[in-house]
């Protein structure tokens, strides 16, 4: 079946431009994770949502970061007023229950963002 | 903060050979995961241990977990040159359902 898809797969922008990243979960899990992978931090969790709530968005960086997620599927992560720190790759995962319930997170290939 | 650390940060061997990397935590867990990766990109699913697990097979992999000492070793027999990767190990707690920690990584390149 179908994985996780994310879009675009890279994306340049201008340092003060918003941005929107899109990730497209497996049909039918529930949860659903966002993450960003740098060179100096490596993967750091941002955001993890249970349907279309957010129980813990304890990893967004500033406010500048937020993210939604609608019909318990498709999530956005925006970013406002891009700043050169947040050049990364943005991973999405979805899973049938939660971690902590002992299934597996799928990723999708990644939103490589640069922000020049 | 990673609550994962792996060691060793890169590895190099042989086709054919085996390769072990290691990963120690901080906190206690609910379980813990293996990914790989290839060119930086999506990370896949290679093993899942729960914390009352001791062991996992799967295929050529062999994890085992020691949750007195917080460790975990992930084995890969007769590697090919294939398995060149990024190998990360990610922790769950109980504290956050969802909410994967990883490690550094180890960098794993199998020469042919």
């Known amino acids: 079946g179908a994985g996780v898809s994310q879009s675009p797969s890279n994306k340049v922008t201008e340092k003060g431009k918003d941005v929107e990243l899109r990730c497209d979960p497996i049909?039918?899990?529930?949860?659903l994770y966002w993450y960003r992978q740098s060179l100096g931090q490596g993967l750091e969790f941002l955001i993890y949502?249970?349907?279309?709530?957010?129980?813990?968005k304890s990893g967004l960086p500033s406010d500048r970061f937020s993210a939604e997620r609608t019909g318990g599927s498709v999530s956005t992560l925006t970013i406002q007023r891009t700043q050169q720190e947040d050049s990364a790759v943005y991973l999405c995962?979805?899973?049938?229950?939660?971690?902590?319930?002992?299934?597996?997170?799928?990723f999708g290939p990644g939103t490589r963002l640069t922000v020049t | 903060s990673q609550q994962g650390e792996e060691d060793p940060q890169a590895l190099s061997i042989q086709e054919g050979e085996n390769a072990t990397m290691n990963c120690s935590y901080k906190?206690?867990?609910?379980?813990l995961q293996w990914y790989r990766q290839n060119s930086g990109r999506g990370l896949v699913h290679l093993i899942l241990?729960?914390?009352?697990?001791r062991e996992k097979h799967s295929g050529r992999l062999r994890v085992t977990l020691d949750t007195s000492k917080k460790s975990s070793s992930l084995l890969i027999t007769a590697s090919r040159a294939a398995d060149t990767a990024s190998y990360f190990c990610?922790?769950?707690?109980?504290?956050?359902?969802?909410?994967?920690?990883f490690g550094q990584g180890t960098i794993l390149t199998v020469h042919p």
């Open positions: 995962a979805s899973s049938l229950v939660p971690a902590g319930d002992s299934y597996e997170q799928y």
């Open positions: 049909s039918g899990h529930t949860a």
């Open positions: 949502f249970q349907g279309n709530s957010a129980p813990d």
């Open positions: 906190t206690s867990i609910n379980n």
């Open positions: 241990i729960r914390s009352n697990e």
């Open positions: 990610a922790t769950c707690s109980g504290t956050s359902y969802g909410k994967l920690t």
